[in-house]
């Protein structure tokens, strides 16, 4: 009993000392989380009206740059998974830095919308998921007490990213142009190798010598035969069990149920702030000011995270995250129709600042909640296979937005549908866990039926007995003096 209690005590030091060596990274890593994640929209949000007079395009064709980006962001998740098994965080997020800076300063170079889709879209895209879901999976690790503090930290290089951005954005468009800007964004992104390369190994405490996510290749465990195409499908079949969570989506009902309510809230979810800027200028609003908006956003997420953090980290929240993430969620989508009312400064002033602080919430505890839904081993393909499914509705929600605007002319419409997509994915959220737990708590804890007492077990802990058959009636002294040495 004493050695239990020894060796968890520690445990609880050296996930402390962990806790407390990684706290200054995860600094780091919130700052290129948000460089990532805002980046992509903020940038298209400033530079749209550019790019549609520049190629000559509708909101739908200019729409999908952002919508190809953010899906691959997304769809990405398995092969960024591979990538972190077979080199590591750290590589994979310096790979990842390279692919979004040369994707970036190559758009600066393209002729064509079509080339705008493949080097801002696709190879920007896969370098933002390159460098976004590791960090996010090596937070899971690095924290396990103060998981909820470490996310929110940690998201607050969202909000850095909201408020600095906007403002250079602006800057960079009035002295360079979308080209010139988009040439200098692309050389900001290459700091994500430096950001990726401060990223503390993991260590496992059974084994000291050998990391968690090492930075050399694995070494194959077994040689599996080739050239059979049974063995090619039981292959696919592990890779896609390992990397993709299929099993947990059929047989986990709180992450089945977490996931159908996630892919559904990012169809409305990032539409906003691609159209917050042209929705502001279409509506005689300086583009400075508009951009102005933007870092407000970025200050409200920046004042509240932190605080929601310690927040969240009091013992009453523990097991009530998911509630307060739906209520946010409600609250970030019911913000939405507040563009519908005016378009003024002081209106829009009045949004951002709603829209904030519910989206401190959501980003804070996302994570959070995913990972409450399931084993921490699991984490990364879970993660994977959440990242495809909001990949579709990512790809498809702007330029549904688009075709909106081409037919309506009206840009609050847009405002108005995702008020009702993110909403109801909120109350959806809420009252499908509600009625999981409440189903939990109205099954009785099933009681095993008490073993009857043997005779010939002479220790009530031993469930050892002989029972003699007909056969053996001589026998029957013997088998209990051996029954009696036995115990």
């Known amino acids: 009993m004493n050695l239990r209690k020894g060796s968890k005590v520690a445990g609880?030091?050296?996930?402390?000392?962990?806790?407390?060596?990684?706290?200054?990274?995860?600094?780091?890593?919130?700052?290129?989380?948000?460089?990532?994640?805002?980046?992509?929209?903020?940038?298209?949000?400033?530079?749209?009206?550019?790019?549609?007079?520049?190629?000559q395009a509708s909101n739908q064709e200019t729409s999908w740059v952002p919508s190809i980006m953010t899906s691959v962001l997304h769809a990405g998740g398995p092969f960024c998974s591979v990538m972190?098994?077979?080199?590591?965080?750290?590589?994979?997020?310096?790979?990842?830095?390279?692919?979004?800076?040369?994707?970036?300063?190559?758009?600066s170079f393209t002729h064509t919308i079509t080339e705008l889709y493949v080097t801002a879209g696709v190879i920007t895209g896969l370098g933002f998921c390159f460098s976004f879901q590791p960090a996010v999976t090596i937070l899971g690790h690095y924290f396990m007490r103060r998981r909820g503090f470490a996310n929110a930290m940690s998201s607050t290089g969202t909000a850095l990213g909201l408020c600095t951005l906007p403002l250079l954005g602006n800057y960079l468009h009035t002295e360079l142009g979308w080209r010139?800007?988009?040439?200098?964004?692309?050389?900001v992104l290459l700091n994500c190798c430096v950001c990726g390369a401060v990223m503390r190994p993991l260590w496992s405490?059974?084994?000291?010598?050998?990391?968690?996510?090492?930075?050399?290749?694995?070494?194959?465990?077994?040689?599996?035969?080739?050239?059979?195409?049974?063995?090619?499908w039981g292959?696919?079949?592990?890779?896609?069990?390992?990397?993709?969570?299929?099993?947990?989506?059929?047989?986990?009902?709180?992450?089945?149920?977490?996931s159908v309510g996630i892919t559904w809230m990012m169809l409305g979810f990032l539409v906003p702030l691609i159209y917050l800027v042209p929705y502001a200028t279409a509506h005689d609003m300086e583009q400075s000011r508009a951009a102005l908006l933007l870092s407000i956003l970025g200050i409200v997420n920046i004042m509240v995270r932190p605080s929601i953090g310690l927040l969240f980290s009091l013992p009453w929240f523990k097991g009530r995250y998911i509630y307060v993430f739906s209520a946010a969620v409600l609250m970030n989508g019911l913000s939405n129709s507040i563009c519908c009312i005016d378009a003024s400064f002081h209106v829009l002033l009045v949004y951002v600042v709603t829209y904030g602080?519910?989206?401190?919430?959501?980003?804070?505890?996302?994570?959070?909640?995913?990972?409450?839904?399931?084993?921490?081993s699991r984490f990364p393909a879970a993660l994977g296979l959440l990242a495809i499914m909001e990949s579709v509705t990512l790809l498809i929600g702007p330029p549904l937005a688009g075709i909106l605007v081409d037919r309506t002319g009206e840009y609050f419409y847009v405002f108005f549908a995702c008020s009702a997509t993110v909403a109801s994915s909120a109350v959806f959220l809420m009252v499908s866990f509600y009625c999981l737990?409440?189903?939990?708590?109205?099954?009785?804890?099933?009681?095993?039926?008490?073993?009857?007492?043997?005779?010939?077990?002479?220790v009530p802990q031993c469930q050892y007995s002989s029972v003699p058959t007909k056969g053996d009636k001589d026998k029957a002294s013997d088998s209990e003096t051996g029954d009696v040495s036995c115990l």
């Open 12 to 55: 609880d030091c050296d996930s402390l000392q962990m806790e407390s060596k990684t706290s200054e990274q995860t600094h780091n890593i919130g700052q290129k989380n948000g460089e990532i994640m805002e980046s992509e929209e903020v940038e298209n949000g400033i530079f749209y009206a550019d790019l549609q007079t520049e190629f």
């Open 84 to 107: 972190v098994e077979r080199f590591g965080c750290r590589t994979t997020v310096m790979v990842g830095g390279v692919l979004s800076g040369l994707g970036m300063a190559a758009s």
């Open 437 to 458: 737990d409440r189903k939990g708590q109205q099954v009785p804890p099933q009681v095993s039926p008490p073993k009857l007492a043997s005779v010939n077990n002479v």
């Open 357 to 376: 602080l519910s989206m401190s919430v959501v980003g804070s505890l996302m994570f959070t909640v995913l990972m409450d839904t399931l084993d921490m």
């Open 205 to 232: 405490h059974r084994h000291r010598g050998q990391p968690l996510m090492n930075h050399g290749p694995l070494q194959p465990e077994e040689e599996k035969p080739k050239g059979s195409m049974r063995a090619l």
């Open 235 to 258: 292959g696919l079949k592990a890779a896609l069990h390992h990397h993709m969570a299929f099993d947990l989506l059929c047989n986990n009902l709180r992450y089945r149920v977490f």
């Open 180 to 187: 010139g800007s988009f040439l200098v964004l692309g050389a």
